[in-house]
């Protein structure tokens, strides 16, 4: 009976070793997978923020009403950044005479919107929209269709358009 004593024990020290591996094993294994999907999170919404930064910075600049130009341009400005909002800054004077004299009027909506490229700071972006367009040279209204490349830059904890450009 003494030799079969040994035996059991290292068999008792054997199971609680493999225990406690098993556990840092499966321990190890719930917070890598954890991490995974915290990342993957973090990056949908990240990418989420991003599109509709895009999709609200697309609709300033294809909606605006002479009546209200000074608010209109106003908020394509409150979203850009750097060349781009110095440019539309330097023209919004023009612009308001412009829109004013052709009683000028569009309608933006949103079709579609996707990432190019992004990192964490910056990224392209296509859109798709539609505008119903009316000035004095068409008091019905005109339906129009844009495609637009926007660069965005992420300052200040906003993403800001940098670039607008028609494509398409």
Same mark, same amino acid.
Do not use: C
């Given at each position: ?6 035996? &059991? ?16 094993? $499966? ?7 954890? &991490?995974?999907?915290? /990342?993957?999170? @973090? $990056? ?16 300033? %600049?294809?909606?605006?009403? =002479?009546?209200? =130009? ?13 060349? %781009?909002?110095?440019? %539309? ?29 992004? /990192? ?9 929209? /539609? ?22 830059? =992420? ?5 800001? $358009?940098?670039?607008? @450009?028609?494509?398409?």
């Amino acid at each position: 009976m003494s030799k079969a004593l040994p035996v &059991l024990a290292l068999s008792g020290r054997a199971w609680a070793a493999g225990l406690v591996v098993a556990t840092v094993l $499966t321990t190890a294994l719930t917070i890598w997978l954890s &991490l995974g999907v915290y /990342d993957q999170r @973090e $990056t949908e919404q990240r990418r989420q923020v991003l599109l509709a930064a895009a999709r609200q910075s697309a609709l300033n %600049f294809t909606s605006l009403d =002479y009546r209200h =130009y000074g608010r209109d341009s106003a908020n394509v400005l409150e979203g850009a950044t750097g060349d %781009f909002k110095k440019q %539309f800054a330097a023209q919004t004077e023009e612009l308001t005479k412009l829109v004013a004299e052709n009683r000028s009027m569009s309608e933006g909506q949103i079709l579609e919107a996707g990432i190019v490229r992004s /990192d964490e700071r910056s990224a392209r972006v296509l859109v798709v929209a /539609d505008s119903k367009v009316t000035n004095t040279a068409t008091p019905k209204g005109e339906a129009r269709t844009y495609r637009l490349q926007l660069d965005l830059v =992420y300052r200040d904890g906003r993403w800001l $358009t940098s670039d607008v @450009e028609f494509v398409g």
